[in-house]
C-alpha cells in the first residue's frame, strides 16, 4: 500500500504563499494515475482541493482555482501544490492521497494557518 508524506506548511500571513510537497513510499509517485490535495479545517470535514494524473490533467476546487497550482516533477518524484493569495479560509490540515482517497493511505498531513 502506498504511503504519502506531506511537507511545506506553516504559517502565512494573508496573501502570502506556500508550496507544499508530497512524496511516496512503497510506490513511484510517478505512477499514481491521479492523486489529490485534500484539507480538513477545523471543526469541517474533508475536502478536495486538487488532483493531477499522469497525463498531467489538473482539476481544481472552485474555492482555490486561480490561487492554487497542482504540479509533478517526476525526476524528483515529488507532487506540489503551489498556494498563491492565501486567505485565512485556506487555514487547514493539508493531505495529499490517490483520488478517489485511499483509507490505508492517509498520512499524517502538513498544517497550514494563514493569519495575521
Known amino acids: 500500500q502506498v504511503q504519502l508524506v506531506e511537507s511545506g506548511g506553516g504559517l502565512v500571513q494573508p496573501g502570502g504563499s506556500l508550496r507544499l510537497s508530497c512524496r511516496a513510499s512503497g510506490r513511484d509517485i510517478n505512477d499514481i494515475w491521479r492523486l489529490g490535495w485534500y484539507r480538513q479545517a477545523p471543526g469541517k470535514q474533508r475536502e478536495f482541493v486538487a488532483r493531477?494524473?499522469?497525463?498531467?490533467?489538473?482539476t481544481y476546487a472552485d474555492s482555490v482555482k486561480g490561487r492554487f497550482t497542482i504540479s509533478r516533477d517526476s525526476a524528483k518524484s515529488v507532487v506540489y501544490l503551489q498556494m498563491n493569495s492565501l486567505e485565512p479560509e485556506d487555514t487547514a490540515v493539508y493531505y495529499c492521497?490517490?483520488?478517489?482517497?485511499?483509507?490505508?493511505?492517509w498520512g499524517q498531513g502538513t498544517r497550514v494557518t494563514v493569519s495575521s
Open positions: 492521497n490517490l483520488y478517489p482517497s485511499s483509507e490505508p493511505s
Open positions: 493531477i494524473t499522469t497525463g498531467d490533467t489538473k
